[in-house]
C-alpha cells in the first residue's frame, strides 16, 4: 500500500497526464488526508477540475492554495481566468 505522499502525488499527475481524471483525484485526495495543507495537491486537484470543465470545484481548490500562500502566482492567474470566464 502507497503511504507515501509523494508517490501519491507522482501516480495522480501521472494519471492526470494520461487524461485519467477520477483515478488522479483518488491519489490526490489520499494525498490531501495526509496533508490537507499540500500546497502542489491543492493545486493539482485545481487543475484537473478545471479540465474537465468544473470551474466552481476549480475555483475552491485554488481559493485554498491562496489561503495557505497568498503569493501563489498560478493559482492567483487561474482564480482570475476563472473568474472572467463565468
Given at each position: 500500500?502507497?503511504?507515501?505522499?509523494?508517490?501519491?502525488?507522482?501516480?495522480?499527475?501521472?494519471?492526470?497526464?494520461?487524461?485519467?481524471?477520477?483515478?488522479?483525484?483518488?491519489?490526490?485526495?489520499?494525498?490531501?488526508?495526509?496533508?490537507?495543507?499540500?500546497?502542489?495537491?491543492?493545486?493539482?486537484?485545481?487543475?484537473?477540475?478545471?479540465?474537465?470543465?468544473?470551474?466552481?470545484k476549480a475555483l475552491e481548490y485554488f481559493k485554498k492554495v491562496i489561503k495557505i500562500d497568498p503569493q501563489h502566482e498560478d493559482?492567483?492567474?487561474?482564480?482570475?481566468?476563472?473568474?472572467?470566464?463565468?
Open positions: 500500500m502507497m503511504d507515501d505522499i509523494k508517490e501519491l502525488i507522482e501516480e495522480g499527475k501521472f494519471y492526470f497526464l494520461n487524461q485519467k481524471y477520477n483515478e488522479a483525484l483518488q491519489y490526490l485526495n489520499k494525498a490531501l488526508e495526509k496533508d490537507p495543507a499540500n500546497i502542489e495537491v491543492l493545486y493539482t486537484i485545481g487543475i484537473i477540475y478545471e479540465s474537465i470543465n468544473n470551474p466552481d493559482a492567483i492567474i487561474h482564480i482570475h481566468s476563472i473568474s472572467e470566464n463565468q
